[in-house]
């Protein structure tokens, strides 16, 4: 039911760089609305990451950052760490379904 | 500091209605800065978008739940509920409710608080 595209999975060594892209379509990320991202730890509420397809809230570190382009979106991790190991999630505003916010299809970081 | 709290009840029976109500701590609940979402998570998947209440009182719901949902709120009290009717096994899902936020640009909502969630099941 999710109407934005992410991979399963992503994984990486600690201290590496990963990437996590969410694909949308000219109803939503295509529209020009932004995207915003959320990290799922395990057994916990999801909680901001990401805001207007750039911003960190306060306390969020910079190693996280955003882009969009398009119809697409994507998340970089830098300098990966154990504790990022979570599931991560895209989320923005569709106009066709009028009123609706709409969720990635989640993707789960595993740090070797 | 605005915390959100879920309450209501852990087990719900097939055909039945799941109410449950969000418990807003905090000053900005009657702010119209803010929408308050109700969003679900089923077990071992993503996240769906339930619907909303304004301040104001008005209400949106995902469409693909619309004839199910009612949404409403106490602005005495500080909280806002959920009842979802006629549910399935499939309704069964850890619920969130949620502070949603466009820091005043349309088309930029986001969820900006949320709470801890609470597992509903539906079962007989």
């Known amino acids: 039911q999710s109407v934005l595209t992410q991979p399963p999975s992503v994984s990486g060594a600690p201290g590496q760089r990963v990437t996590i892209s969410c694909t949308g379509t000219s109803s939503n990320i295509g529209a020009g609305f932004a995207v915003h991202w959320y990290q799922q730890l395990p057994g916990a509420a999801p909680r901001l990451l990401i805001y207007a397809d750039i911003h960190r809230p306060s306390g969020i570190p910079d190693r996280f950052s955003a882009s969009k382009s398009g119809s697409s979106a994507s998340l970089a991790i830098t300098g990966l760490q154990g504790d990022d190991e979570a599931d991560y999630y895209c989320?923005?505003?569709?106009?066709?379904?009028?009123?609706?916010?709409?969720f990635g299809t989640g993707t789960k970081v595993t740090v070797l | 500091q605005v915390q959100l709290q879920e309450s209501g009840p852990g087990q719900v029976k097939p055909s039945q209605t799941l109410s449950l109500t969000c418990t807003v701590s905090?000053?900005?609940?009657?702010?119209?800065?803010?929408?308050w979402s109700w969003i679900r998570q089923s077990p071992g998947k993503g996240l769906e978008w339930i619907g909303y209440i304004y301040y104001s009182g008005s209400t949106y719901s995902n469409p693909s739940l619309k004839s199910r949902v009612s949404i409403s709120r106490d602005t005495s009290k500080n909280q806002f509920s959920l009842k979802l009717t006629s549910v399935t096994a499939a309704d069964t899902a850890v619920y969130y409710c949620?502070?949603?936020?466009?820091?005043?640009?349309?088309?930029?909502?986001?969820?900006?608080?949320w709470g801890r969630g609470t597992l509903v099941t539906v079962s007989s």
């Open positions: 949620a502070r949603d936020s466009d820091l005043g640009q349309p088309g930029n909502w986001h969820f900006d608080l």
């Open positions: 989320q923005s505003y569709d106009n066709s379904l009028s009123g609706s916010r709409v």
């Open positions: 905090g000053d900005s609940f009657g702010s119209a800065d803010y929408y």
